[in-house]
């Protein structure tokens, strides 16, 4: 199938280049002049690099941008030069950059930073997929910290060095070598995974062999013809290494442009689901868009894809996004913003109740995104609900803000960041932080979790205003009583305590039964206060701020 030729209007913040266009080293500049120090500004850009060589190209990518390249390979479109993420802090300190990424593109690092080495020195949020880089990586920044993040398709000719990086997972890659470790490295379905045993320092890893089903991100892409059109990858099951491999394409189906609705900031919700309706899929550019009503995914094999790191917000009190209990639903690359009012749940996959199975053709979200507070004050009891059975969730962020505008204990407040009532959910890279409660509940049976990484809220002004029914504190990661199956794989727990007097008695509470089981766990307490007494229920040493050692792990529970 071919793609409709001729360019789409995507707007003024997706910049379609080429190796001949002019000024294009500036132009990119320019961007990242502008997106570098914009931590919570509204301003989102995509670039979109067409198949070509470009030499001598520098590519620093700052918040909200995204550079996507629109080869139907990653080869297609080869950046000679460099690729790099600047930490935004002193001292080299990279623990918040969040949300950029790179895509689909071929980087060689000769103008990095010595050592044909690109610097990627990230944090959360930062989709960095399908990729071939051509020669080293490193991804931090000199000394300083970071707390990323994530790879997925992605080759790396040479080394990889994770130096300070807190915690990774890495899915479905290949690289020469890996070296560093600190506290949670995780990989599934990688073949080069680094030797080496959990806990022991140096050797915190966590290896998968083979990645037990997925379906790779839809990408934008330029035919022969110059068309564009989405490839949506098939479902893989027991995978190991990238898709693209020596050239092949994946199965999968091609989309062309012609069947999407291109959303601009200032559609409405009314007029984005009009078109949904009438058969549409959807690809959402650059921007922020208020909503009035939720964006309603009815319709079986639905692509939503968003570019640039649209940003959907309502202040009205409706949820983001909804989906109907229907097979192969897609929703990637979006950015859910909560509102002055709460919604209750900012996206909610499926319907409460439904009984339906989706194991031929599951519902995927990739590179989903939550922030509550940060921007501005926002509330919501739950940020993702996901009552559909078989769900794929590959890669995601949920933030209760912890620094920025509107954030506090009554500022934005959030109960929940995930809750699972689906049965067979697997989720590959969740990341969720700082809600008042549990920050993961999971309630529905056969759940899967490779890779969990979350700070526990630093905020609760009082241990009396923080404390549930099973002892001090909330539990970060919470498998609920009347679950019979779970499993999960490198999962770390961070405190981070303001207040004097606050403690977490667990920081993983599960049923103890036969078919839950957990795997490399790690529990760590930051600055001067409080305490982590346990890692899994009762299980596993204490992580003290003052005395004591301020981490803890466990290997296995039970």
């Keep these: 199938m071919h793609a409709q030729a001729g360019p789409p209007d995507f707007g003024p913040h997706v910049h379609v280049l080429n190796p001949a266009t002019p ?21 989102r850009d995509a670039i979109l690099l067409m198949p ?17 390249g629109l080869g139907a390979q990653p080869d297609d479109v080869d950046v000679v030069g460099d690729l790099r993420s600047t930490a935004l802090l002193d001292n080299d300190n ?4 969040f949300w950029r990424g790179a895509e689909n593109f071929a980087i060689t690092p000769t103008l990095g930073i010595g ?5 990627w020195a990230v944090s959360q949020a930062i989709p960095f997929r399908r990729m071939h880089v051509r020669g080293n990586m490193r991804l931090n920044q000199k000394n300083g910290w970071a707390s990323g993040g994530w790879f997925a398709d992605v080759r790396v000719d040479g080394r990889v060095d994770s130096a300070t990086q807190q915690q990774w997972i890495s899915r ?34 966590t290896r998968v062999d083979r990645t037990p089903v997925v379906r790779e991100k839809p990408y934008l892409f330029v035919d022969k013809d110059g068309g564009y059109a989405v490839r949506v990858p098939a479902l893989r099951h027991d995978s190991a290494g990238i898709s693209w491999a020596g050239g092949a394409v994946a199965p999968g189906r091609t989309l062309p442009i012609s069947r999407f609705f291109i959303a601009r900031p200032g559609d409405t919700a009314a007029k984005i689901n009009a ?12 921007g922020e868009y208020l909503l009035t009503q939720p ?10 894809l968003g570019i640039g790191l649209p940003t959907l917000r309502s202040d009205n009190g409706q949820a983001l996004v909804k989906t109907a209990d229907a097979d192969g639903l897609t929703v990637a690359g979006l950015f859910l913003d909560a509102g002055r009012r709460d919604s209750g749940v900012l996206m909610e996959v499926g319907r409460p109740g439904g009984g339906r199975r989706h194991r031929a053709d599951p519902i995927a979200l990739h590179d989903v995104f939550f922030r509550i507070g940060g921007a501005a004050a926002g509330r919501v009891g739950t940020a993702l609900r996901i009552h559909a059975h078989d769900t794929l969730v590959d890669h995601t962020w949920i933030w209760r803000a912890d620094h920025g505008e509107g954030v506090g204990w009554t500022s934005n407040p959030a109960a929940h960041g995930l809750v699972v009532d689906g049965e067979d959910v697997t989720v590959y890279g969740l990341f969720v932080e700082h ?17 969990y990484q979350s700070e526990i809220p630093y905020d609760p002004p009082t241990q009396a205003e923080w404390t549930s029914a099973t002892g001090r504190g909330f539990a970060s990661y919470k498998v609920a009583d009347s679950v019979t199956s779970h499993e999960a794989w490198g999962l770390g727990v961070y405190s981070v305590f303001l207040k004097p007097g606050v403690v977490l008695d667990r920081a993983i509470e599960v049923p103890e039964k036969p078919g839950v089981r957990l795997h490399h766990m790690i529990t760590v307490c930051l600055v001067d206060k409080g305490s982590i007494e346990h890692v899994a229920n009762d299980a596993g040493d204490a992580a003290h701020c003052q005395g004591g050692s301020n981490t803890a792990t466990l290997n296995e529970f039970p």
């Design 172 to 205: 479905n890659s290949e690289w020469g070598r890996w070296t560093g470790s600190n506290w949670n490295m995780v990989f599934v379905g990688v073949p080069q995974a680094p030797a080496g045993e959990f806990p022991a320092p140096g050797e915190r890893f």
């Design 52 to 68: 070509g060589r470009y030499e001598n190209l520098r590519i620093p990518v700052g918040f909200f941008t995204q550079v996507l």
């Design 435 to 451: 809600f008042q409660q549990e920050q993961v509940l999971w309630r529905g049976n056969g759940g899967r979790v490779y890779f």
């Design 94 to 97: 990279a623990t918040v950059n």
């Design 115 to 119: 050592d044909n080495t690109m610097q």
């Design 23 to 43: 000024g294009l080293q500036q132009r990119i500049l320019d961007i990242y002049e502008a997106q570098q120090p914009n931590h919570f500004g509204p301003r």
């Design 275 to 286: 078109q949904l309706a009438a058969g549409k899929h959807l690809l959402l550019t650059p």
């Design 295 to 304: 964006l309603l995914l009815n319709r079986p094999g639905t692509v939503v």
